[in-house]
């Protein structure tokens, strides 16, 4: 007897495997299309991208670090300006703050925020907390 069912379920796993397929020689063909495609993306949705990406930034305070990097990477002078402040701090030249610029912090671990990455000696010491804030303000 034929199983109207059977048949259904086995045409439905024909085809799938079928469009499994197709939809994967179409990746296979358009990897490229696909970069380019996200490249147009985010030009055209740049704000939305990077108010998602600040937004999962905050939720993900671990990733911080590797963006720190990738930003590090993308901004040499930064790079260049905290190096030449860290040397001077070991020098002795400069010495930390021990409190946060911002009022009624009292945070310890505080970083050198440069206002001017021209002027590497010239930071506000603010805690770690404020100065992802102002990073992402
Ligand atoms: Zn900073
Ligand atoms: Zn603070």
Redesign the pocket.
């Given at each position: 007897m034929f199983d109207k069912k059977e048949y259904r379920k086995n045409y439905y796993l024909k085809n799938r495997d079928k469009v499994l397929a197709k939809s994967k020689e179409w990746y296979q063909g358009n990897k490229e299309h696909k970069a380019a495609y996200d490249l147009e993306y985010y030009k055209n949705n740049k704000e939305r991208v990077d108010e998602r990406s600040r937004k999962y930034r905050n939720d993900h305070p671990e990733i911080s670090l590797e963006c720190l990097r990738r930003a590090r990477a993308k901004f040499p002078e930064k790079d260049r300006a905290r190096h030449i402040l860290n040397y001077q701090i070991e020098k002795g030249e400069i010495t930390k703050s021990c409190s946060c610029i911002i009022e009624g912090c009292d945070r310890t671990d505080l970083?050198g925020?440069?206002n001017d990455y021209n002027k590497p000696l010239e930071v506000d010491w603010v805690c770690a907390k404020h100065?992802h804030e102002?990073?992402t303000l």
């Open positions: 970083h925020h440069h100065h102002i990073h």
